[in-house]
C-alpha cells in the first residue's frame, strides 16, 4: 500500500509542471496546513493558479500511522478572491492493518477584505465544506468557517487564525486534515530576502469534536523558493498536551503558480481615458493581479542572470529609499542613506538576491501607507521584465516578439486603476512642482544611482533589440548585454562623477525600442518621474506628513490620466535633448545610435 502512495507522488509532481504555464515568487504565502497550521490573510493573485503537492506523515505513541498525499489547486477567480479543491488520498497503518483510499473532499473559499493599513491588519474570510468522500473520508459532511488576521513589522510577520465548523459530531471523522469543532492558532513568520527563505513558528488550540479535550500543538515551517515557479515547504508538529491525535507530524511539500492563457483577457486596450479611481473612502485592497503567461517567461533570468538579479537589487534600493525618507528626518536621513548607498554599491548590488525582494519587508511603513503606489510600481516593473523575456527567448521570429510585446503591453493597459497612461506627461510634474528637486540636492549620489538604475533598466532593451539583425543573435545579445552591464558598473565604480546628471529617459537612451513600442517607453518614462515625484515628496519638509499621502495620490491620479499635462510625441522624442542629451543621462547603450 505504501508503494502504491509513493507511485502517486511522482504523477502529481509531474501534473504540477506543465509547461503552458508562467508562474511568480510566492514563497512567503502561508497555505492552510502548510506547511504550519495557520495560514495568512492574502488570497492568490487574481488569474493565478496555485497547485500543492504536499506529503503529510501522522504518528500516535503506540498508536496508528498517517501517511497523506494531499493535492490542492486554488484559482483567483476574482480581485482579493480565490475558490479551491483539496482531495487528500490517505493510508492508515495501525500495526498491521493498513487501509488507503480518498480522504474526503475539500471545497474552499477565501476573500481578503483588505490589505495593511498604518492603523489595520489585513483581514481575510475563508469558508470550507468538507465532504465525506473515499473510504476514509469519514461518515458526515462539515462546513467551516475561519477568520484571518496578517500584520507585519517589516521582515516579520504575525498571523492569527480562528475557525469553527458545523456538521456530523457523531460518526468517523476524515482520517487526513479533518474539519475541527474548533481551531485557534498564531503564527509569527520571518522573511531572509537575500535566500528567499522564510521561517515560520505557529502555536495551535483545537478541539477536534463536542466534548472533545482540548488539543495544544507547537509547529515549525519552512518554505524556500527552489526555482522561479515552484516553492518547497517543510513543517514539523508536535502535540503539547490534550486531544487523540496524532503526537507528531511531518510535512513536506512543492508548490506552482501558473496561469493559462485562454483565461486571461486578451485583445487591443482601449484608447487612453481618465481611469476610475479606487473608491477614496474604502479600505485600501490588495488588488494583486498575475501577470501576461506564456513560455517566455523568465527567459532572461535563465540566458542572463548577471542582468536580472541586478534588478532584484534595484527594487531593494528603491524600497530603502522611500521607507528611509518616510520614516526618517534630517541627520538621521543622511546617515541612513550613507549606510544604504554604501551597502547597494559593495554588499547587493555585487552579490543579489536570486529572486525578487519582498519589498513591504523592506518598506514595511511605506507600503502600509501608500500601497496604491507600491501596486502601480509593482504592475509596471512587470511589463519591463516580461519585455526583457521576450526579447531573451529564441524561440520567437521577431514579428512574433514585436506582437507579444504589445499583447503583454494591453495585459498591462486593462488595468487602468494601477496603470500608467502611455501619453507622455510634463517635465514640470516632475522639476516644477513646490516640493520638486528636493531629494536629488541633498543626496545627489544616491539620486544618481537610482538614476543608473533607470539607464540600465531601459539601456538594456537596445543591445537586445540590435542582436535581433546579427546573423549569431544569441551571441550578439550576450555580449550586447555584457558591455551594458559594463557601463552600468562604470558608472557605480566612478560615483559620483560617472553617475548621470539628469533622469534618463527611454527616448533617448533606447530610440529604437521606443519607436517600436512606444506606448511601452512612454509607461517607462513616466514610471521613472514618479519615482522621483515620490522621493521629493517623502524628502521635502514643504510637504507636511499629514499630506504626503495625498500628495501622492494625487501625483499618481495625474499620471493615470492621460488628458491633463500631457506633451505631444514629438515633443516627448526630442525631450532628451533639451534636457541635456544622452550624455547627460549616462550615454548611449552598447547598440543604441549615438545622440549627443
Sequence with gaps: ??????????????????????????????????????????????????????????????????????????????????????????????????????????????????????????????????????????????????????????????????????????GAPAAAEPLDRWRASLAVDHTFLRRSLLLIGDLGLSEARRDAPTEATAALGV???????????????????GGVGPDIGVTVGLSHAFALRPLVPSGRAPAPTVAPRPAGGALPR???????????????????????????????????????????????????????YEYLTT???????????????????????????????????????????????????????DTLIERATDYYLARTEYAFTPVPKSMALMDEQYFSQSFRRAHPAFNGLIWAYHWLQVGLYEPLLEAQTSAAPGTAARAGVAATLERFWAMVDGAPAALPRVMPMTSAVAPRFSAAHPRAAIVFDNLHMMHDIISDVLHSEAVPAERKAGEIARALDEFRDPTRNVTSLEMWRDMGEHMGGVDAMGGAPPGAPHRH
Excluded at 503567461?293 to 522611500?322: E, I, K, S, T
Excluded at 507600503?367 to 521584465?385: P, S, T, Y
Design 1 to 170: 500500500m505504501l508503494s502504491r502512495l509513493a507511485r502517486a507522488i511522482p504523477a502529481l509532481v509531474l501534473l504540477s509542471a506543465v509547461r503552458p504555464a508562467a508562474a511568480q515568487i510566492d514563497y512567503r504565502n502561508l497555505d492552510d496546513d502548510r506547511p504550519v497550521t495557520t495560514e495568512d490573510a492574502y488570497p492568490v493573485e487574481r488569474h493565478a493558479f496555485e497547485l500543492l503537492v504536499p506529503w503529510k506523515f501522522e504518528a500516535e505513541a503506540g498508536g496508528e500511522r498517517l501517511h497523506a498525499v494531499v493535492p490542492e489547486l486554488a484559482y483567483g477567480i476574482l480581485p482579493n478572491t480565490h475558490v479551491g479543491v483539496k482531495t487528500p488520498f490517505a493510508l492508515v497503518d495501525d500495526g498491521g492493518n493498513g487501509e488507503t483510499g480518498f480522504s474526503g473532499l475539500r471545497l474552499f473559499a477565501l476573500h481578503n477584505l483588505n490589505t495593511e493599513t498604518p492603523g489595520l491588519p489585513a483581514l481575510s474570510l475563508r469558508a470550507d465544506l468538507g465532504l465525506p468522500v473515499g473510504a476514509l473520508g469519514g461518515e458526515g459532511a462539515r462546513v467551516g468557517l475561519k477568520a484571518i488576521a496578517t500584520r507585519s513589522w517589516g521582515a516579520t510577520r504575525a498571523h492569527l487564525n480562528a475557525s469553527w465548523s458545523v456538521g456530523d459530531e457523531d
Design 223 to 241: 518554505r524556500w523558493q527552489w526555482r522561479p515557479t515552484f516553492v518547497l515547504d517543510a513543517g514539523l508538529e508536535r502535540r503539547l498536551r
Design 286 to 340: 490588495r488588488d494583486e493581479q498575475f501577470y501576461y503567461p506564456g513560455g517566455f517567461n523568465w527567459q532572461f533570468l535563465r540566458r542572463y542572470p548577471d542582468a536580472a538579479r541586478l534588478f532584484n537589487a534595484f527594487d531593494y534600493g528603491h524600497a530603502v529609499l522611500y521607507e528611509t525618507l518616510l520614516t526618517t528626518r534630517g541627520e538621521e536621513t543622511t546617515r541612513r542613506l550613507a549606510r544604504e
Design 347 to 401: 554588499d547587493l548590488l555585487r552579490r543579489p538576491p536570486r529572486f525578487a525582494v519582498a519589498e513591504e519587508a523592506v518598506e514595511p511603513d511605506y507600503a502600509k501607507l501608500v500601497w496604491r503606489a507600491k501596486l502601480m510600481f509593482d504592475w509596471a516593473h512587470v511589463l519591463h521584465r516580461q519585455i526583457y523575456d521576450l526579447y531573451a527567448d529564441p524561440g520567437l521570429a521577431p514579428a512574433e516578439r
